[in-house]
Protein backbone atom coordinates (compact mmCIF):
# COMPACT_ATOMS: atom_id res chain seq x y z
CA UNK A 1 0.00 0.00 0.00
CA UNK A 2 2.71 2.53 0.86
CA UNK A 3 4.12 1.84 -2.27
CA UNK A 4 1.29 2.39 -4.22
CA UNK A 5 0.50 5.48 -2.72
CA UNK A 6 3.96 6.89 -3.44
CA UNK A 7 3.29 5.87 -7.11
CA UNK A 8 0.58 8.16 -6.82
CA UNK A 9 1.91 10.66 -6.09
CA UNK A 10 4.78 11.03 -8.74
CA UNK A 11 2.24 9.89 -11.20
CA UNK A 12 -0.12 12.84 -10.19
CA UNK A 13 2.95 15.21 -10.60
CA UNK A 14 4.15 13.80 -13.94
CA UNK A 15 0.32 13.59 -15.03
CA UNK A 16 0.03 17.25 -14.05
CA UNK A 17 3.00 18.75 -16.30
CA UNK A 18 1.91 16.40 -19.09
CA UNK A 19 -1.84 18.11 -18.24
CA UNK A 20 -0.32 21.55 -18.80
CA UNK A 21 0.97 20.86 -22.11
CA UNK A 22 -2.20 19.17 -23.21
CA UNK A 23 -4.34 22.28 -23.20
CA UNK A 24 -1.70 24.20 -25.71
CA UNK A 25 -2.84 20.89 -27.53
CA UNK A 26 -6.53 21.03 -27.14
CA UNK A 27 -6.88 24.93 -27.51
CA UNK A 28 -4.93 25.27 -30.68
CA UNK A 29 -7.40 22.37 -32.33
CA UNK A 30 -10.19 23.78 -30.90
CA UNK A 31 -10.16 27.43 -32.45
CA UNK A 32 -8.08 26.30 -35.73
CA UNK A 33 -8.71 22.59 -35.74
CA UNK A 34 -5.39 21.59 -36.17
CA UNK A 35 -2.29 20.19 -34.01
CA UNK A 36 0.54 22.28 -33.36
CA UNK A 37 3.09 19.52 -33.85
CA UNK A 38 5.46 22.25 -32.79
CA UNK A 39 4.04 22.66 -29.31
CA UNK A 40 6.40 19.98 -27.54
CA UNK A 41 9.20 21.99 -28.75
CA UNK A 42 8.08 25.30 -27.28
CA UNK A 43 8.11 23.37 -23.74
CA UNK A 44 11.15 22.37 -24.35
CA UNK A 45 12.56 26.05 -25.47
CA UNK A 46 10.88 27.05 -22.12
CA UNK A 47 13.04 24.43 -20.28
CA UNK A 48 16.13 25.27 -21.62
CA UNK A 49 15.33 28.93 -20.90
CA UNK A 50 15.18 27.95 -16.90
CA UNK A 51 18.34 26.01 -16.33
CA UNK A 52 20.25 28.93 -19.08
CA UNK A 53 18.58 32.19 -17.12
CA UNK A 54 19.05 30.18 -13.36
CA UNK A 55 22.59 29.67 -14.86
CA UNK A 56 22.91 33.47 -15.40
CA UNK A 57 21.23 34.73 -12.46
CA UNK A 58 23.54 32.51 -10.03
CA UNK A 59 26.87 33.79 -12.27
CA UNK A 60 24.95 37.51 -11.41
CA UNK A 61 25.34 36.87 -8.00
CA UNK A 62 21.46 36.91 -7.21
CA UNK A 63 21.26 34.46 -3.75
CA UNK A 64 17.49 34.15 -3.19
CA UNK A 65 16.03 31.33 -4.78
CA UNK A 66 13.08 32.66 -4.73
CA UNK A 67 13.68 35.62 -6.81
CA UNK A 68 15.53 33.48 -9.32
CA UNK A 69 13.22 31.47 -9.98
CA UNK A 70 10.59 34.36 -10.43
CA UNK A 71 12.78 36.16 -12.61
CA UNK A 72 13.17 33.07 -14.85
CA UNK A 73 9.38 31.97 -15.02
CA UNK A 74 8.78 35.40 -16.06
CA UNK A 75 11.72 35.06 -18.84
CA UNK A 76 10.33 32.22 -19.75
CA UNK A 77 6.87 32.88 -20.47
CA UNK A 78 7.58 35.86 -22.66
CA UNK A 79 10.09 33.82 -24.84
CA UNK A 80 8.31 31.10 -25.31
CA UNK A 81 5.13 32.87 -25.79
CA UNK A 82 7.06 34.79 -28.74
CA UNK A 83 7.83 31.38 -30.44
CA UNK A 84 4.25 30.07 -30.21
CA UNK A 85 3.29 33.84 -31.67
CA UNK A 86 5.91 33.05 -34.74
CA UNK A 87 5.07 29.59 -35.34
CA UNK A 88 1.41 30.39 -35.57
CA UNK A 89 2.12 33.84 -37.96
CA UNK A 90 4.85 31.39 -40.17
CA UNK A 91 3.64 27.70 -39.94
CA UNK A 92 0.31 28.60 -39.54
CA UNK A 93 -1.83 31.49 -41.32
CA UNK A 94 -0.18 31.21 -44.52
CA UNK A 95 -1.83 27.96 -44.68
CA UNK A 96 -5.24 28.51 -42.61
CA UNK A 97 -7.36 27.32 -45.36
CA UNK A 98 -4.85 24.82 -47.49
CA UNK A 99 -6.00 21.34 -47.22
CA UNK A 100 -5.26 19.86 -43.43
CA UNK A 101 -2.32 18.44 -44.95
CA UNK A 102 -0.34 21.34 -45.69
CA UNK A 103 -0.49 22.87 -42.49
CA UNK A 104 0.22 19.02 -40.61
CA UNK A 105 3.96 19.19 -42.86
CA UNK A 106 4.12 22.55 -42.11
CA UNK A 107 4.01 22.39 -38.49
CA UNK A 108 5.97 19.32 -38.46
CA UNK A 109 8.65 21.00 -40.40
CA UNK A 110 8.43 23.66 -37.41
CA UNK A 111 8.98 20.84 -34.85
CA UNK A 112 12.08 19.82 -36.56
CA UNK A 113 13.31 23.21 -37.29
CA UNK A 114 12.86 23.97 -33.53
CA UNK A 115 15.00 20.72 -32.37
CA UNK A 116 17.66 21.14 -34.82
CA UNK A 117 17.76 25.02 -34.07
CA UNK A 118 18.29 24.42 -29.98
CA UNK A 119 21.18 21.34 -30.75
CA UNK A 120 22.73 23.92 -32.81
CA UNK A 121 22.88 26.90 -30.07
CA UNK A 122 23.07 24.59 -26.93
CA UNK A 123 24.87 21.64 -28.01
CA UNK A 124 23.35 17.92 -27.99
CA UNK A 125 24.83 17.30 -24.56
CA UNK A 126 22.38 17.20 -21.69
CA UNK A 127 22.32 20.36 -19.58
CA UNK A 128 21.64 19.86 -15.77
CA UNK A 129 20.70 22.01 -12.44
CA UNK A 130 21.23 21.72 -9.12
CA UNK A 131 17.92 21.31 -7.12
CA UNK A 132 16.57 24.41 -5.57
CA UNK A 133 13.82 23.64 -3.48
CA UNK A 134 15.04 20.43 -1.22
CA UNK A 135 12.93 18.69 1.81
CA UNK A 136 9.78 16.67 1.30
CA UNK A 137 7.30 15.93 3.83
CA UNK A 138 7.04 12.52 5.12
CA UNK A 139 3.44 10.49 5.38
CA UNK A 140 4.15 7.79 6.31
CA UNK A 141 6.94 5.24 7.34
CA UNK A 142 6.79 1.85 7.23
CA UNK A 143 7.97 -0.76 9.57
CA UNK A 144 10.77 -1.65 7.40
CA UNK A 145 12.07 2.19 6.88
CA UNK A 146 10.11 2.62 3.44
CA UNK A 147 8.09 6.52 3.85
CA UNK A 148 5.77 7.36 1.33
CA UNK A 149 6.79 10.93 0.85
CA UNK A 150 5.63 14.41 -1.37
CA UNK A 151 8.53 17.05 -2.37
CA UNK A 152 8.09 20.80 -1.82
CA UNK A 153 8.48 20.76 -5.21
CA UNK A 154 5.65 18.44 -6.06
CA UNK A 155 3.71 19.93 -3.81
CA UNK A 156 4.12 23.31 -5.97
CA UNK A 157 3.47 21.71 -9.16
CA UNK A 158 -0.11 20.20 -7.80
CA UNK A 159 -1.05 23.99 -6.50
CA UNK A 160 0.17 25.36 -9.66
CA UNK A 161 -1.54 23.15 -12.13
CA UNK A 162 -4.63 23.42 -10.17
CA UNK A 163 -4.73 26.87 -10.30
CA UNK A 164 -3.80 27.60 -14.04
CA UNK A 165 -6.18 25.54 -14.78
CA UNK A 166 -8.79 27.02 -12.97
CA UNK A 167 -7.65 30.37 -14.79
CA UNK A 168 -7.61 29.11 -17.93
CA UNK A 169 -10.94 27.42 -17.31
CA UNK A 170 -12.16 31.09 -16.02
CA UNK A 171 -10.61 32.62 -19.10
CA UNK A 172 -12.23 30.65 -21.85
CA UNK A 173 -15.96 30.77 -20.14
CA UNK A 174 -16.22 33.97 -18.40
CA UNK A 175 -14.17 37.23 -20.37
CA UNK A 176 -14.56 38.44 -23.82
CA UNK A 177 -11.15 36.76 -25.22
CA UNK A 178 -12.79 33.16 -24.26
CA UNK A 179 -16.11 34.67 -25.97
CA UNK A 180 -14.17 35.12 -29.01
CA UNK A 181 -12.32 32.21 -28.88
CA UNK A 182 -15.41 29.94 -28.55
CA UNK A 183 -16.98 32.13 -31.69
CA UNK A 184 -14.00 31.50 -33.73
CA UNK A 185 -14.29 27.69 -33.02
CA UNK A 186 -17.74 27.66 -34.14
CA UNK A 187 -17.71 29.90 -37.06
CA UNK A 188 -14.53 31.86 -38.13
CA UNK A 189 -16.24 33.99 -41.21
CA UNK A 190 -19.62 34.61 -38.40
CA UNK A 191 -17.19 35.74 -36.12
CA UNK A 192 -15.48 37.96 -38.07
CA UNK A 193 -19.02 40.18 -39.55
CA UNK A 194 -19.71 40.59 -35.75
CA UNK A 195 -16.51 42.47 -35.22
CA UNK A 196 -13.90 39.80 -33.82
CA UNK A 197 -10.66 39.80 -34.90
CA UNK A 198 -10.37 36.42 -35.34
CA UNK A 199 -6.44 36.49 -36.39
CA UNK A 200 -5.75 38.17 -32.94
CA UNK A 201 -7.87 36.11 -31.01
CA UNK A 202 -5.71 32.66 -32.94
CA UNK A 203 -2.58 34.52 -32.16
CA UNK A 204 -3.13 34.96 -28.72
CA UNK A 205 -4.68 31.18 -28.36
CA UNK A 206 -1.22 30.03 -29.56
CA UNK A 207 0.16 32.64 -27.09
CA UNK A 208 -1.43 31.12 -23.97
CA UNK A 209 -0.97 27.76 -25.03
CA UNK A 210 3.41 28.49 -25.66
CA UNK A 211 2.75 30.08 -21.92
CA UNK A 212 1.33 27.14 -19.98
CA UNK A 213 3.98 24.93 -22.11
CA UNK A 214 6.84 27.13 -20.32
CA UNK A 215 5.53 26.76 -17.09
CA UNK A 216 5.66 23.12 -17.60
CA UNK A 217 9.15 23.12 -18.86
CA UNK A 218 9.81 25.14 -16.21
CA UNK A 219 8.34 23.04 -13.63
CA UNK A 220 10.11 19.90 -15.40
CA UNK A 221 13.41 21.31 -15.27
CA UNK A 222 13.15 21.69 -11.41
CA UNK A 223 11.89 18.21 -10.77
CA UNK A 224 14.44 16.66 -13.09
CA UNK A 225 17.49 19.07 -13.22
CA UNK A 226 18.22 17.90 -16.70
CA UNK A 227 17.44 19.37 -19.89
CA UNK A 228 18.22 18.12 -23.76
CA UNK A 229 17.09 19.60 -26.89
CA UNK A 230 15.12 15.97 -27.93
CA UNK A 231 12.83 16.16 -24.56
CA UNK A 232 9.84 17.96 -25.77
CA UNK A 233 9.77 15.25 -28.69
CA UNK A 234 8.36 12.55 -26.25
CA UNK A 235 6.71 15.08 -23.92
CA UNK A 236 4.66 16.54 -26.99
CA UNK A 237 3.60 13.09 -27.98
CA UNK A 238 2.15 12.10 -24.57
CA UNK A 239 0.46 15.52 -24.07
CA UNK A 240 -1.21 15.02 -27.54
CA UNK A 241 -1.69 11.50 -25.95
CA UNK A 242 -3.45 13.23 -23.51
CA UNK A 243 -5.12 15.54 -25.01
CA UNK A 244 -6.49 12.70 -27.30
CA UNK A 245 -7.66 10.61 -24.33
CA UNK A 246 -9.36 13.32 -22.51
CA UNK A 247 -11.33 14.85 -25.88
CA UNK A 248 -9.38 17.20 -28.28
CA UNK A 249 -10.83 20.16 -28.00
CA UNK A 250 -12.35 19.53 -24.34
CA UNK A 251 -9.95 21.63 -21.72
CA UNK A 252 -11.08 19.49 -18.48
CA UNK A 253 -10.38 16.02 -20.80
CA UNK A 254 -6.64 17.54 -21.67
CA UNK A 255 -5.91 17.73 -17.66
CA UNK A 256 -7.61 14.57 -16.78
CA UNK A 257 -5.88 12.35 -19.81
CA UNK A 258 -3.04 13.83 -19.05
CA UNK A 259 -3.11 12.80 -15.08
CA UNK A 260 -4.40 9.40 -16.95
CA UNK A 261 -1.21 9.27 -18.54
CA UNK A 262 0.94 10.24 -16.00
CA UNK A 263 -0.72 7.28 -13.75
CA UNK A 264 -0.39 5.07 -16.56
CA UNK A 265 3.85 5.43 -16.70
CA UNK A 266 3.95 5.64 -12.96
CA UNK A 267 2.71 2.41 -11.89
CA UNK A 268 3.51 1.05 -15.07
CA UNK A 269 7.12 1.93 -14.52
CA UNK A 270 7.15 0.99 -10.67
CA UNK A 271 5.19 -2.49 -10.87
CA UNK A 272 6.08 -3.47 -14.00
CA UNK A 273 9.31 -3.24 -16.62
CA UNK A 274 10.09 0.46 -16.80
CA UNK A 275 11.48 -0.07 -20.26
CA UNK A 276 7.96 -0.53 -21.88
CA UNK A 277 5.45 2.48 -20.36
CA UNK A 278 5.75 4.07 -23.29
CA UNK A 279 4.35 0.97 -25.29
CA UNK A 280 1.69 0.93 -22.25
CA UNK A 281 0.55 4.53 -22.52
CA UNK A 282 -0.19 4.84 -26.10
CA UNK A 283 -1.88 1.00 -25.94
CA UNK A 284 -4.15 2.23 -23.63
CA UNK A 285 -4.50 5.24 -25.75
CA UNK A 286 -5.62 2.56 -28.41
CA UNK A 287 -7.77 0.73 -26.24
CA UNK A 288 -9.89 4.05 -25.29
CA UNK A 289 -10.22 5.20 -28.93
CA UNK A 290 -11.45 2.09 -30.06
CA UNK A 291 -14.32 2.25 -27.47
CA UNK A 292 -15.07 5.90 -27.75
CA UNK A 293 -13.55 7.42 -30.88
CA UNK A 294 -13.75 11.32 -29.73
CA UNK A 295 -12.26 10.63 -26.19
CA UNK A 296 -13.57 10.57 -22.82
CA UNK A 297 -14.53 13.99 -22.86
CA UNK A 298 -15.22 14.78 -26.27
CA UNK A 299 -18.20 15.69 -28.77
CA UNK A 300 -18.93 14.28 -32.11
CA UNK A 301 -17.84 16.87 -34.67
CA UNK A 302 -20.90 17.98 -36.42
CA UNK A 303 -20.69 18.65 -40.07
CA UNK A 304 -21.84 22.00 -41.35
CA UNK A 305 -23.53 22.09 -44.49
Known amino acids: MAYFL ?50 VLTAAGVGSAGVALSIMLVVSILVTSLYGWSVERVAYRPLRHASRLAPLISAIGMSVLLQNYVQLLQGARVKTMQPVFPGDIILWRRADGFTVSISYLQIAILVLTVVLMAGVSLLVGRTGLGRAQRACEQDKTMAALVGINVDRTISTTFIIGAALAAVAGFMVTLYYGVVDFFMGFMAGMKAFAAAVLGGIGSLPGAMIGGIMIGLIESFWGGYLNASYKDVAVFGVLMLVLLIRPNGLFGRPEIEKV
Open 6 to 55: QQLINGLTLGAVYGLIAIGYTMVYGIIGMINFAHGEIYMIGAFITVIGYT
